[in-house]
């Protein structure tokens, strides 16, 4: 990101600031992205002595950039402009200029989530590009599992069971990626995918569904094992504190709660829907496509699974 | 069979209705001028007749001398006025059928169709008579795996496919003509994304949907697969691109078949028994929602979803298979 921060889209985010605001409301800004910001600590001005108007812009667009977090910058810069800040609205100078130059760099605007993330077409980073590592974020999961895995590693060749696993990795990967969903996990076996933007629920569900799809025309087509290659798929959302680490990853309560869903409640070759994610898919899906699994006397889940005419 | 009338007579086609009733066969009729342009745009096999009735003697005999140098196709001569002085000279050159007086006004029927067709299958019959050794290769004009070796005006064999959305009526009624145009564009692009990356192309988009050509190189079709995926794939679909709320619901034929080719948009003058047959497939005989294949394309069904295929019929004497569908 350092290397957006050059040239004409520095100068226009300076004059952004310079030119749309005091420096008491660009510090408050400044100290919604950066905690316990201090503007004169920074810039080196004593607490009495007022600083210029473009000298704290400077300053400020500098501490952004050095703190790689230019984007989020500009989501709020959008923000104050179209909501306000503090029931008064900012009209940002430049604010177009700011968006076309953040699109040159690979980032688009999420408009339900109201935030910049990065277009998967030029990138993909495992947090979109914009999530802070130790913040909580709410995702929807799509846990991935082969079924009898470990039967399936004695009784085939070692050759075709990498090309088979490779073959659904690439499965999952088609279906995601066209949903900006992430892989975070993959063990060979099993993944995790992340989908935070947009309508999640609904694209980690037809993302399951396609995998399924895809599964079973390469069954029938290309599978070399001497037995159909299945899967078992589970769906939840949840609140997590966003991490780069796998382990620590694993050890959060919705990500458990995400395998248990697909180990316990979910049969071969299906999709199990949590309650928490029922609600909020569309209703053409819900139709007669989702089958509910009664769990206990207050919980729900919904399986979905390819039904042929007979 | 394709028959093309050559007239400038308005009455001519009267001479054909009973034809035209019995419904199997296909009749065009072109004016005389265009004779040279709209054979080379037929497929062969088809049977052209060529209405002589005041055409000047040049005009007549190049017509004439043009029609008995084609190969792979019959011809015959309507004449009710009796231009043709030696009608058995014709026969000699290649003619294979001569209209009178007293045909042209009783009309031709299908019996002396199939009488002609019996009598000029002796060039045929020679050809078939390798059938036994015949290989692919010599069975299909290949157009090849992709679209480079294929050239404007000249016959290939092709995959075709008919695609054309259902429920019509309530689509207009739900997108109203402000935003139909734009729902079916989208549609269009839509199909065109899922046809393009294994070689299809749109050919003949017509309002609510479309005929696409895929180069055939007799080894495998591809087409299959994809189709079968759009059927797969219909709720998908209806979510993801449309967001209606309602189920999108498409019919689709896939049909292997031989025509001229010619690049969208030049298409107006080419005369094709497959393309034919492929339109009447998707219009008169495919169900809503449904998928089929002609038997032509029964062997390039991958092995494993040969299973999925249920018999469904045959129709102009084709036998079809259906896809299984998914609930």
Not at chain 1, 94 to 108: A, E, K, Q, S, T
Not at chain 2, 66 to 85: E, H, V, W
Not at chain 2, 92 to 100: C, F, K, Q, S, T
């Amino acid at each position: 990101m350092c290397m957006l921060l050059r040239g004409n889209l520095f100068i226009c985010a300076v004059k952004a600031l310079t030119e749309s605001m005091n420096v008491e409301t660009m510090t408050i800004l400044a100290q919604k992205l950066i905690s316990d910001y201090n503007l004169h600590e920074r810039t080196g001005y004593p607490e009495r002595i007022p600083i210029p108007n473009k000298e704290a812009a400077r300053q400020i667009v500098t501490d952004i950039r050095d703190n790689n977090i230019f984007p989020q910058f500009v989501n709020l810069l959008i923000e104050i402009h179209y909501y306000g800040l503090m029931g008064r609205r900012y009209p940002v100078a430049y604010l177009r200029d700011l968006v076309n130059g953040l699109h040159d760099f690979g980032f688009i605007y999420d408009t339900e989530n109201r935030m910049f993330i990065e277009d998967s077409r030029m990138r993909k980073s495992r947090n979109w590009g914009v999530l802070r590592e130790g913040e909580e974020y709410v995702f929807t999961f799509l846990r991935l599992d082969i079924v009898g895995s470990s039967i399936l590693v004695r009784t085939n060749k070692n050759e075709v069971i990498q090309s088979t696993y490779a073959h659904l990795r690439d499965i999952v990967q088609k279906a995601i990626d066209a949903r900006n969903g992430r892989i975070w996990i993959w063990e060979g076996d099993s993944g995790l995918v992340a989908f935070h933007f947009l309508n999640k629920n609904l694209l980690a569900t037809l993302s399951a569904m396609e995998i399924l799809h895809e599964l079973f025309i390469y069954n029938q087509t290309r599978c070399k094992l001497d037995k159909p290659l299945l899967v078992r798929i589970a769906i939840h959302m949840g609140p997590l504190e966003y991490t780069n680490n796998e382990e620590e990853m694993k050890k959060s309560e919705i990500i458990k709660k995400t395998i248990d869903i697909e180990a316990n409640y979910t049969k071969p070759n299906t999709v199990t829907v949590s309650n928490l994610v029922y609600p909020l898919l569309d209703p053409l899906i819900l139709g007669n496509q989702l089958q509910p699994i009664r769990v206990d006397d207050k919980t729900t889940y919904y399986s979905y699974e390819l039904r042929w005419e007979s | 069979m394709e028959i093309v009338i050559f007239s400038d007579k308005r009455d001519t086609e009267k001479c054909f209705s009973k034809i035209q009733n019995a419904k199997q066969h296909t009749v065009h009729i072109f004016s005389l001028s265009e004779i040279r342009k709209i054979v080379s745009n037929t497929q062969s096999g088809a049977l052209i007749y060529i209405d002589v009735t005041d055409v000047d003697d040049r005009e007549r005999n190049n017509a004439l001398r043009f029609l008995s140098k084609l190969q792979g196709y019959r011809y015959g001569i309507i004449d009710p006025r009796g231009t043709i002085k030696d009608v058995a000279a014709e026969f000699h050159n290649g003619a294979a059928d001569y209209i009178g007086k007293e045909v042209f006004k009783e009309g031709i029927t299908v019996k002396r169709l199939k009488n002609l067709v019996a009598y000029k299958e002796i060039d045929v019959l020679e050809k078939i008579g390798k059938e036994g050794a015949e290989s692919i290769t010599e069975r299909y004009i290949l157009s090849g795996k992709d679209w480079s070796a294929v050239k404007q005006g000249q016959e290939y064999t092709f995959c075709f496919m008919y695609i054309e959305l259902d429920n019509q009526k309530e689509l207009i009624k739900k997108y109203g003509p402000a935003h139909l145009d734009e729902f079916l564009r989208s549609f269009l692009e839509l199909i065109e994304n899922t046809v393009s990356p294994i070689n299809g192309k749109i050919w003949m988009p017509f309002d609510f949907g479309a005929l696409i050509l895929f180069p055939f190189d007799s080894e495998r079709c591809d087409a299959i697969l994809t189709c079968f995926r759009l059927i797969m794939a219909r709720k998908i679909i209806s979510i993801e691109k449309y967001d209606s709320r309602a189920l999108l619901s498409y019919r689709i034929v896939l049909h292997l078949g031989n025509t001229i080719y010619r690049s969208r948009g030049n298409t107006g003058s080419i005369i094709s028994d497959s393309i034919n047959t492929i339109y009447h497939l998707g219009q008169k005989f495919a169900n809503e929602g449904n998928f089929y294949v002609t038997k032509e394309l029964f062997e390039f069904i991958p092995g494993g979803l040969k299973r999925w295929f249920l018999p469904a019929g045959s129709f102009e004497g084709r036998e079809t298979k259906r896809m299984r569908l998914p609930l």
